[in-house]
């Protein structure tokens, strides 16, 4: 029986090694190929003004009883690579969204598009989720289709900066932590791809109703300022309104028209080992509202 145990130990500690690894190198790194720019070259305060600090390259803003904050890109974009990174706050955050997003919400208020990088709140000793979205026209308590995948990360996101990115094309979207691709979203249809330029927005609000745990745990106010960090901005695409010719940087290397090979493999590992919530296996949900499922 001693034989049989030690085998037994010895596979489980092969497969505690493996995914406290992380995934395995995607190989290409996005990222690397554009050049970062400032907050000011980009973006402007779009509110909470007070609650935002820019020292240097690190742009800091902060959600307390008061107010939130938000900041938007100064171009709308048809396509690109959109990216920063992002650390966020320790300890009670629950119902506190950081988010880094795409959206032309105040062009089509109620029937707007919108990608998502969300860090849904937590309270003390549970992992952040990382929460990908995407809506195509829908907006508010009406309407609304999210196409939501959760994710934990294989590390600690309070720790340290660590880099965020959409990269979002005609035939596809790619969501990106550390240049390791998380998921896929490709245009099977026109009714559930967004096509309509986007700005890109990033900010810190009290989503108290849903963020954490579906609203079981609230914004408390009195562990505030709640706190996001943001540095490294990336922001590289073809405008609304500019040449035909321009073409989205690349997100996978020479050769690929979609992600390699390593790069599927990456991705594969990240979502059997970290994916929480896929809304195309909620039995729960109305399919005929998601078609590409």
């Keep these: 029986m001693a034989p049989l ?43 909470g003004p007070q609650h935002q600090r820019l020292e240097q390259d690190s742009l800091t803003i902060w959600l307390d009883s008061t107010s939130g904050s938000g900041f938007k890109s100064l171009h709308s974009y048809q396509s690109g690579y959109f990216g920063a990174a992002i650390k966020l706050q320790a300890g009670y955050t629950a119902g506190v969204i950081t988010c880094l997003y795409l959206s032309n919400n105040q062009d089509y208020p109620g029937n707007h598009d919108e990608v998502d990088i969300e860090f849904l709140g937590t309270t003390p000793g ?11 026209r829908g907006s508010g308590d009406r309407n609304i289709i999210g196409r939501e995948l959760r994710f934990h990360l294989w590390f600690d996101p309070t720790q340290d900066f660590h880099n965020y990115g959409i990269l979002w ?6 969501f990106l932590v550390d ?72 997100g996978s290397p020479p050769g690929f028209g979609s ?25 729960s949900r109305d399919h005929n509202l998601t078609p590409e499922c």
Excluded at 8 to 17: H, K, V
Excluded at 126 to 136: A, D, H, P, R, S
Excluded at 211 to 227: C, H, L, M, S, V
Excluded at 261 to 282: I, R, T
Aim: glycine share 6%; hydrophobic share 30%.
């Design 5 to 47: 145990l030690s085998l037994i130990f010895s596979m489980m500690m092969m497969i505690f090694s493996v995914s406290a690894q992380g995934p395995s190198a995607p190989g290409y790194y996005p990222s690397s190929k554009i050049g970062s720019i400032s907050f000011n070259q980009g973006f402007r305060n779009l509110w």
């Design 126 to 136: 549970k992992q952040y989720v990382l929460q990908t979205n995407v809506y195509i």
């Design 169 to 174: 094309k005609p035939s596809e979207i790619i």
């Design 179 to 250: 240049d390791v691709p998380i998921r896929r979203y490709p245009r099977k249809s026109d009714a559930t791809f967004p096509t309509r330029p986007m700005y890109l927005y990033g900010s810190i609000w009290d989503a108290s109703s849903w963020a954490t745990e579906n609203g079981k745990y609230k914004a408390d106010y009195r562990y505030q300022p709640f706190i996001g960090r943001y540095k490294n901005f990336k922001l590289q695409g073809c405008t609304a309104g500019g040449p035909s010719s321009c073409r989205p940087p690349s």
């Design 259 to 283: 992600l390699s090979p390593q790069q599927y493999a990456a991705m594969q590992w990240v979502q059997n080992n970290y994916l929480v919530y896929d809304y195309c296996h909620d039995q």
